[in-house]
């Protein structure tokens, strides 16, 4: 299976600062079949991102998502306070589908 | 509009059986063509795909849960379930189920969930 690796495991900004989280797969990710989550507490997970960088219905477009292969990156570009949350990748190139273990964006 | 709901015990003992349903609301599972998936999230830790399920009844599961593992569909009922045998305490997690954001494609990435049902594995 392909295993996701997220750094840093916890980013501290303030609001309207940017932000870049990576995700880097054991193996090249098929077809760039890789998608980025935002969970806040006690919610489920939210989509941001599929295919890599495209962006999914209504999410922001201070959301955007880069890379190929197995190295990905998200770019929030300026900070709100709602964006302060978990951020999930997720390959689904091959089976099973696999995520990475999240970063955490927090107010600093 | 598209609701999920979990359902289902909340407390299992040591090498029992869960059982959850996720009823849908505000589409078809027969007539939509999507994969309807399980998702699981230990505490504090990160998501794991559990499973997924078409309206046939044709499904794909996370292999490290297959053995013990079984969804199925309920297209009458417009739900679909979950049994996970010989529970463990490395099985507690919030169980959410989930509507892949495209249809036809067994694996993918989610745009609908659940609110999520945490359920606790304690004698």
């Known amino acids: 299976e392909i295993v996701l690796t997220q750094s840093p495991g916890t980013l501290s900004l303030s609001p309207g600062e940017g932000a870049t989280l990576s995700c880097r797969a054991s193996?090249?990710?098929?077809?760039?079949?890789l998608a980025w989550y935002q969970q806040k507490p006690g919610q489920a997970p939210r989509l941001l991102i599929y295919g890599a960088s495209s962006r999914a219905t209504g999410i922001p477009d201070r959301f955007s998502g880069s890379g190929s292969g197995t190295d990905f990156i998200l770019t929030i570009s300026r900070l709100e306070r709602e964006d302060f949350a978990v951020y999930f990748c997720q390959q689904y190139g091959g089976s099973p589908l696999t995520f990475g273990g999240g970063t955490k964006v927090e107010i600093k | 509009q598209l609701r999920l709901q979990e359902s289902g015990p909340r407390l299992v003992k040591p090498s029992e059986t869960l059982s959850l349903t996720c009823t849908v609301s505000?589409?078809?599972?027969?007539?939509?063509?999507?994969?309807w998936a399980w998702i699981r999230q230990a505490p504090g830790k990160g998501l794991e795909w559990v499973g997924s399920?078409?309206?046939?009844?044709?499904?794909f599961y996370n292999p490290s849960l297959e053995s013990r593992l079984t969804i199925s569909v309920d297209s009458s009922k417009n739900l679909f379930s979950l049994k996970l045998t010989s529970m463990a305490a490395a099985d507690t997690a919030v169980y959410y189920c989930a509507r892949p954001f495209v249809p036809f494609r067994p694996t993918i990435s989610f745009d609908s969930w659940g609110q999520g049902a945490l359920v606790t594995v304690s004698s």
């Open positions: 505000g589409d078809s599972i027969s007539n939509s063509n999507y994969y």
């Open positions: 399920v078409y309206y046939t009844g044709l499904t």
């Open positions: 193996q090249s990710v098929s077809h760039n079949y």
